[in-house]
C-alpha cells in the first residue's frame, strides 16, 4: 500500500449527497479478477453516455478537474455494496482524499486498506472545502496528514480527526495482515479457549 | 456486572486481542464466500504465500453472476469475464479446500440464503463477507457484517478482523402488523424513518412485539437492509422460533453439544437495564405496504400517497430527490397506485425464501400477469426452488405466465444477463433501487413479494390488501 502523508492537489466538487458505490462503480465493471485499470470507469455512468462519449458538464470531464486527486462530497459518501472496487476505481483514477460530513462504514474503512485518506468534516468546514472547489484549477488544496490540517487556496487550515492506529497505518503504508500475523499467539489462544468454550462451532 | 446488550455480549465473545488504543481483533466464526469481491483476496494470499487459516469455517459459492435460466452449465450462457470469475472461485476453493456449492449442486444460492439453510449461521456467531447484505445472518442473534476485499483477505489470513466497537441501536417494532404488512415493509418503513445514514456507527438490535412475531424467513429480511440504513449490522435475539429453525439443519450441533449450544444462546439477550446510543420505536400498527418511489432506498412512502415535491425536503435532499424523480421518469403529486410497471422480479436474499415466494403466489393464484408483462420469480436457492415445486408455488407462477427460474442473485443487482433496459420499469422484491442497480437506466420500486405479485396482475403499482 501506497504510503499518505502530505497530499496537494485539485479538489472537484460532488455536493450531491448519497453518492453510492453504482454510482462510483456500476457493477458491470466488478467482473475483473485485479484490482488495476478500474479508474477509466470511476462514475462511469455520471461521465459517459451510452455511446462512451463524456458528457461535459460533469465534473471529473471538466478540464479543470481531469486531474483532481482530492473529492470534496455531499453527506453519506459511499452508501451501498462493500464494493473495495470504489476505492480501487478513485485510486486508480488518482484519487487519494475524500471529504464530506459522513462516509459509509464499509466504504470508509475500505478507503484505509488502499491508502485512501477520507475525511469527516462538520457541514460548515465541508461548505467551505466546497466552495474552494468550486474554483478549479485555481484552487489547490493540501492535505498534511501529520499534522491534520487541511490548507485552503487562501491560506485557511481546518483540521480534522482521525483514528491513531489508522493515520499510523496510512502514514507508513502498512499493511494490516502481516500486523495482524505479528499476533498469531493471541490468535491461537483465543481458538484454543473458544473450542472448549462453543466446540460447535 | 453492568448490564450488556446483545451486541456487547456477541462483541465480548470474540474478542481475540485489544491493543491500548483500542484496536481489536475480532474473531470470526464463518466466513461466507462468492465470486465477486474474492478473487483478489485469494489472489493476495497466493501473492504472500500464505494458506486459508480456518478453511472448515470458510464457505464459498458463486450467486452473483450466474445465469438462472435452464442450461446454465453451458458456458455459452455466461459472458467471457463472468465465467473467468466463476472458474476462479472454482480453483480457489479447491486449493484452499474450503467448503464449497459449486452450480450444479442442488444447495448452490445466495450465499446469503445457502449459510442459514445449511446451519451454518448460529447464534452468537460472528459471520462476514464480502457482500453488504451480510446483515441478513443478524436475524439469528449472529453478529454479521458485510466488508471489503482487503478484510476477506485479512480473515482469510487471520480468521480475525481488525475492529473498532460500533455504538447500540435499538429499533423497536411494538404491537401487531395489520393484514398485508410484511417483514420488508418493516424494514422499509424504518428507513424511512432513520434515513440511509441513521444507523451509521451503530448495530442496531430488532426488537418488540411485530419482531418477535416474525417467522425467521421474516426476521432476515428486516436484518438484510440494516446496511441500507447505515448499520453495520442488525440483529434480533434468538429464540424458539431461531432454535426450531436452526435444529437438524445439516451443520447444526447435535446431541449433546445441541444441548451445550442451547445452554448458552439461552443467555443471548440485552440485560434489562442496558445502554443503548439510540432508540426508535414505530408502532406496528402505523406500518402500510410501503413501495420506493425514488433511487434510494429512504425515498420510501405509503403505496396510498403521492409522488412528493422535492421542495419538501431540506438541504442536498432537495436536489437529490429532484434528480430521483427525474430518473424515475415521474411527476410530483402522481399517485403511487398510478405508476405502470413493466417488470416483476421476485427473488433476492431480502425477499427470495420460500415464505416470500408463498406470499406471493397467495396473490397469483388463479390468475394471469398482466398482459405484455415481463415476470420472473428466482428462487434464492437450488432448495427453496425445489421445495417451491414440491408444493406446487411453481406452477401456480408458471400458469399466470412467470418465468421459473434457478438460483442466483439474478436482477437484484444485474450482473448476469438479467436486466432492465432503458427507462423500463420494475417493481422489485429486493433491496436496492439505486440508479442502474437492476441495469442501465432501469428504473425500480422495491416492494414485498405480495406487493411484486399484485403489480404482476394488475400492470401497475397496486395496494396488495385490495386483492387479499
Ligand atoms: S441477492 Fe442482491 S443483495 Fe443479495 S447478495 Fe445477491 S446481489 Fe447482493
Redesign the pocket.
Given at each position: 500500500m501506497e504510503k499518505f502523508d502530505k497530499l496537494t492537489g485539485i479538489a472537484a466538487p460532488m455536493p450531491l449527497v448519497n453518492i453510492d458505490t453504482d454510482m462510483i462503480i456500476p457493477k458491470v465493471f466488478l467482473k475483473t479478477i485485479k484490482r488495476e485499470g478500474l479508474g477509466v470507469n470511476l462514475f462511469d455512468e455520471m461521465r459517459y453516455d451510452r455511446q462512451g462519449n463524456e458528457i461535459e458538464d460533469f465534473v471529473l470531464n471538466k478540464p479543470a478537474y481531469r486531474d483532481a486527486q482530492i473529492i470534496v462530497a455531499g453527506d453519506n459518501f459511499g452508501c451501498g455494496s462493500s464494493r473495495e472496487h470504489a476505492p480501487w476505481a478513485l485510486l486508480d483514477f488518482g484519487i487519494r482524499c475524500v471529504i464530506s460530513t459522513s462516509f459509509a462504514d464499509i466504504f470508509y474503512n475500505n478507503c484505509f486498506k488502499n491508502g485512501i485518506l477520507p475525511i469527516v468534516l462538520p457541514q460548515e468546514d465541508v461548505d467551505k472545502l466546497m466552495d474552494d472547489a468550486e474554483r478549479g484549477a485555481n484552487a489547490v488544496v493540501t492535505v498534511d496528514l501529520e499534522a491534520q490540517e487541511i490548507t485552503g487556496p487562501d491560506g485557511g487550515k481546518v483540521t480534522f480527526d482521525i483514528d491513531p492506529f489508522r493515520k499510523h497505518c496510512l502514514l507508513n503504508g502498512l499493511d494490516d495482515i502481516g500486523l495482524t500475523l505479528e499476533k498469531s499467539a493471541s490468535i491461537e489462544a483465543f481458538e484454543e479457549k473458544a473450542a472448549q468454550a462453543r466446540p460447535w462451532v | 456486572m453492568s448490564p450488556k446488550t446483545l451486541y456487547d455480549k456477541i462483541w465480548d465473545a470474540h474478542l481475540a486481542h485489544e491493543a491500548e488504543d483500542g484496536t481489536c481483533l475480532l474473531y470470526i466464526d464463518r466466513h461466507l464466500v462468492h465470486e465477486v469481491t474474492s478473487p483478489q483476496a485469494f489472489e493476495g494470499l497466493r501473492m504472500a504465500g500464505r494458506k486459508v487459516h480456518a478453511p472448515d469455517k470458510t464457505i464459498a459459492v458463486p450467486?452473483?453472476n450466474v445465469p438462472t435460466t435452464e442450461g446454465r452449465d453451458d458456458p455459452s450462457q455466461m459472458t467471457e469475464d463472468s465465467r473467468i470469475q466463476v472458474a476462479a472461485l472454482d480453483k480457489n476453493a479447491k486449493d484452499f479446500g474450503v467448503h464449497y456449492y459449486p452450480v450444479s449442486d442442488v444447495r448452490q444460492g445466495?450465499?446469503?440464503i445457502v449459510g442459514p439453510e445449511q446451519g451454518w449461521t448460529l447464534p452468537g456467531m460472528t459471520v462476514v463477507c464480502g457482500?453488504s447484505?451480510t446483515a441478513t445472518h443478524g436475524a439469528f442473534g449472529a453478529l454479521a457484517h458485510g466488508i471489503g476485499t482487503s478484510e476477506v483477505e485479512h480473515v482469510l489470513a487471520t480468521q480475525t478482523l481488525i475492529q473498532k466497537k460500533s455504538k447500540n441501536m435499538k429499533v423497536e417494532i411494538t404491537g401487531k402488523l395489520a393484514p398485508g404488512v410484511t417483514a420488508k415493509d418493516i424494514t422499509l418503513a424504518v428507513i424511512g424513518k432513520t434515513g440511509t445514514a441513521g444507523g451509521t456507527g451503530h448495530v442496531i438490535e430488532y426488537c418488540g412485539e411485530a419482531i418477535q412475531s416474525l417467522s425467521m424467513e421474516g426476521r432476515m429480511t428486516v436484518c438484510n437492509m440494516a446496511i441500507e440504513g447505515g448499520a453495520r449490522a442488525g440483529l434480533i435475539a434468538p429464540d424458539e422460533t431461531t432454535f426450531e429453525y436452526v435444529k437438524g439443519r445439516p451443520h447444526a450441533p447435535k446431541g449433546a453439544q445441541w444441548e451445550a449450544a442451547m445452554d448458552w444462546w439461552k443467555t443471548l439477550y440485552t440485560d434489562e437495564g442496558a445502554h443503548f446510543d439510540k432508540v426508535v420505536t414505530i408502532r406496528g400498527e402505523d406500518i402500510a405496504p410501503v413501495v420506493t418511489w425514488g433511487t434510494s432506498p429512504e425515498d420510501v412512502l405509503p403505496i396510498t400517497e403521492v409522488v412528493p415535491d422535492p421542495s419538501s425536503f431540506t438541504g442536498g435532499k432537495v436536489e437529490a430527490a429532484k434528480r430521483s424523480i427525474e430518473y424515475m421518469g415521474l411527476t410530483p403529486g402522481q399517485k403511487l397506485s398510478d405508476i405502470a410497471i413493466d417488470t416483476v422480479f421476485i427473488g433476492?436474499?431480502?425477499n427470495?425464501r420460500i415464505e416470500d415466494l408463498r406470499a406471493a403466489a397467495a396473490i397469483v393464484k388463479g390468475k394471469k400477469i398482466k398482459e405484455g408483462m415481463r415476470a420472473m420469480v428466482v428462487p434464492g436457492s437450488g432448495l427453496v426452488r425445489a421445495q417451491a415445486e414440491e408444493e406446487g408455488l411453481a406452477d401456480i407462477f408458471k400458469d399466470a405466465g412467470f418465468e421459473w427460474r434457478l438460483a442466483g442473485?439474478s436482477m437484484?443487482?444485474a450482473m448476469n444477463p438479467d436486466q432492465l433496459s432503458e427507462g423500463e420499469r420494475c417493481a422489485s422484491t429486493?433491496?436496492?433501487n439505486f440508479e442502474g442497480r437492476q441495469g442501465y437506466k432501469g428504473r425500480t420500486h422495491l416492494v414485498s413479494p405480495g406487493m411484486a405479485a399484485a403489480a404482476a396482475i394488475t400492470g401497475k403499482l397496486t395496494d396488495v390488501r385490495e386483492m387479499m
Open positions: - | 450467486d452473483h445466495i450465499v446469503h457482500d447484505h433476492s436474499c431480502t427470495g442473485c437484484c443487482l429486493s433491496n436496492r
